[in-house]
């Protein structure tokens, strides 16, 4: 399962990167918001390290704009992913990316229908929401397994892409069910490497080689 980072922090970003864990990442209008800069900025700061897919989401709504926006997008790096929300005039957008070879990766799936069409239209990446149905009373898990079953039916080669990722036991899940790719927060990559039998056992072999000669 490849391991993307969502931010658009640079420092968190490069902490990954120098773990050597990095695959990807992914950014969203709201996260490069937080940041205050320049959006096209950031993306191009992000691909000038990360050589893995860098998803950067179109801003307009109608498949014309999305169109003009991801094609300028895509010019920023060969990387560059661009991102587009499972709607109609996304789901145009990304049939005219996929003719032109531009990979895409479709945005705010909250069914298996949503994902089925996406694959349809030649979406290189589809991201359900994990989190967020869990949030509305919804399994989001059972949706990646959903789609994993709908996907291996057909043969079809859209990468899973699980989002919305609130802590390690969704990252453990999505793994077993079979997501291609996850995203996660830094703050939940953080929590991948905790447990208290890790901390008490590197304190005791700590302890434990003060006593030793080397």
Known sequence: ??????????????????????????????IIAKSGRKFTEVI???CSFVKGPVSAEVLAT??????????????IAENVVVKVP????????????TEQGIQTNVTLCFTANQALL???AGASYIS???????DIGYDGLELISEIRDIYDNYGIETQILAASVRHPIHFKEVA?????????????FEMLFKHPL????????????????W
């Open 1 to 30: 399962m490849n391991l993307f980072l969502d931010t658009a922090n640079i420092d968190e970003i490069k902490k990954v990167h120098e773990l050597g864990l990095l695959d990807g990442i992914t950014t969203n209008p709201s």
């Open 44 to 46: 191009k700061e992000i």
């Open 62 to 75: 109608d498949a014309p704009t999305m169109i003009k926006e991801g094609l300028e997008l895509s010019k």
């Open 86 to 97: 499972l709607i109609p005039e996304g789901i145009k957008a990304v049939k005219a990316f």
């Open 118 to 120: 996406a694959a349809k």
């Open 128 to 134: 359900p929401f994990v989190g967020r149905l869990d």
């Open 176 to 188: 077993l069910r079979g997501a291609d790719c996850v995203t996660l927060p830094y703050s939940v």
């Open 198 to 213: 890790t901390d008490s056992g590197l304190a005791k072999f700590v302890e434990d080689s003060k006593k030793l000669n």
